[in-house]
T-cell receptor, first 115, second 118 residues
């Protein structure tokens, strides 16, 4: 079974600083990988996804992630944090890469941005 | 883009009553619907997967008689929490698979329902 590990339940950065949220996955098949953001009492919004195309994936709001098969990682980065980036971030992997397979989520990382 | 409308956004009900949560795909056909449950400050736990016109597949440990899922059309899926108890209080989120592309192109999440059972 596939799994996702997000290192760090909380990450604190200053406004303007680099954001790095870590995600490692385990999968027996080529995975689809996702990063989602969740604001309080809201659903999940897709930031970006990897679906076996380019390994460097650019998403919305200035976020990007790089798929590294050798490290089984899919870390999320943003060069300069904004206050509005404060939220919960989830990394997810799909079981299988055909059709609509269920997503397995990591435990989430809360990003705190200070002025 | 694809939109999933989830209602209600919050509901308070008395213990022993039933609550129905609806998810509608507004501009695409949702061939597959996933229902998740999220406890405070925790991740999403998949409850069940349903395909239009078929019985839902429940994850291990999820009571199928308590959490009734209906996916009778390509645009509507419902989750009914029957005989709700305070321990059922949680945030419930649906996710629809459909629209353009496979896999990642097609997962669209509803805005969630906060259920409080008193």
């Amino acid at each position: 079974a596939q799994s996702v590990t997000q290192l760090g339940s909380h990450v604190s950065v200053s406004e303007g600083a680099l954001v790095l949220l870590r995600c490692n996955y385990s999968s027996s098949v080529p995975p689809y990988l996702f990063w989602y953001v969740q604001y309080p009492n809201q659903g999940l919004q897709l930031l970006l996804k990897y679906t076996s195309a380019a390994t460097l994936v650019k998403g919305i709001n200035g976020f990007e992630a790089e798929f590294k098969k050798s490290e089984t990682s899919f870390h999320l980065t943003k060069p300069s944090a904004h206050m509005s980036d404060a939220a919960e971030y989830f990394c997810a992997v799909s079981e299988g890469n055909t059709g609509f397979q269920k997503l397995v989520f990591g435990t989430g990382t809360r990003l705190l941005v200070s002025p | 883009g694809a939109v999933v409308s989830q209602h209600p956004s919050w509901v308070i009900c008395k213990s022993g009553t039933s609550v129905k949560i609806e998810c509608r795909s507004l501009d695409f056909q949702a061939t597959t619907m996933f229902w998740y449950r999220q406890f405070p400050k925790q991740s999403l736990m998949l409850m069940a997967t349903s395909n239009e016109g078929s019985k839902a597949t429940y994850e291990q440990g999820v009571e199928k008689d308590k959490f009734l899922i209906n996916h009778a059309s390509l645009t509507l899926s419902t989750l009914t929490v029957t005989s709700a108890h305070p321990e059922d209080s949680s945030f419930y989120i649906c996710s629809a698979g459909g629209g353009t592309g496979l896999g990642g192109d097609g997962y669209t999440f509803g805005s969630g329902t906060r259920l409080t059972v008193v």
